[in-house]
C-alpha cells in the first residue's frame, strides 16, 4: 500500500511524505501506521479522527484533517492523506 500525505496553506501544497507498506497488516492498521509515520516525518501532533473524516475517507479513500482534527495550533490549513495505490 502507498499512502501519500500533503500539506496544504492557502492552495499550495508546503510539503508531502510517501509513505509504502508491505506488511501483512490490514488496512485499518496500515493506514494507522501511516498516519502515525506521517506524523513523526512531519513532526506534527496525531490527527484526531473525526465521524466527517472516517466518511470521506471511507467513499474515496481520501481524507482531509483540518484545524478541528488537531488539539495544537497547526502552521497550515489542512493535511491530506490519500492512498493511491492498495495491495
Known sequence: MRIWARQFK?????????IID???????HKIFNAIEEISKRMDLP???W??????SFQRGSVVRFDRDSFIEEIP???LEVRIIEED
Open 76 to 78: 497550515f490549513d489542512y
Open 50 to 55: 473525526l465521524d466527517r473524516n472516517i466518511k
Open 22 to 28: 508491505e506488511s501483512k497488516d490490514t488496512r485499518t
Open 46 to 48: 496525531a490527527p484526531i
Open 10 to 18: 492557502d492552495t499550495h501544497m508546503l510539503c508531502d511524505e510517501l
